[in-house]
């Protein structure tokens, strides 16, 4: 077994107190909000290649980097990926979901048309990986993939792009349209975009809930 090589850490100082720079950060991701109406404006590869970046810089169990985001732009794809999640979507809502999963739905007024899959200019498919690409293993893959997936929506938000998180169950079908490889699993699919401008959301989940229901101090 090799012995670790060690460099130096240059970390990141922000150019205000700490308590400012974590306001900004908060002010900037609670206006995120999940929207299901998107403009068709494009938005530039080199915007999304950051973006990207930003989400593939997350940490990961051994370093193992158990992800692959598979961006979409093409309308043929959009397409079949829209068809295929309608299908899946119309199984849950009449087999299924139940009555307490519907109603707690119920406020999003969601339902099985995915209309913005067809509209936002990027559908990001996050996949996991079972395996490295040399076959190797990965270790503690879902926590890896779930810190990367946050990353890559705070990068969004930053950037002014709206997003979706879309979990259609299940998403076997997004690996077979993009022709995955077999150590690849769906994770999340996420449209990425402008909004449109006669944009609304629900207003339910606009409060969230205060500090003291979700943070504990000893």
Known sequence: MEEPVFVPHHPWRPDVPPE???KKFYDTLSQRRSIRHFSDAPVSLETMEWVIRSAASAPSGANKQPWRF??????????KIR??????ERRFYEERATDAWKEDLAPLGTDKVKEYLDTAPWLVVVFKLTKDDDGGGVYYAE?????ATGMLLAAAQ???????????SPMKFLGEVLERPENERAWMLIPMGWPAKDCEVPAH????KPLEQVMVVH
């Open 20 to 22: 400012v720079s974590a």
């Open 70 to 79: 598979v961006c979409v732009q093409s309308p043929a794809l959009k397409k």
């Open 83 to 88: 068809l295929a999640a309608e299908e899946e």
């Open 143 to 147: 926590e890896s993939v779930g810190i």
């Open 158 to 168: 930053m950037t002014g792009l709206a997003t979706l998180t879309h979990t259609p």
């Open 205 to 208: 989940g606009v409060e969230k």
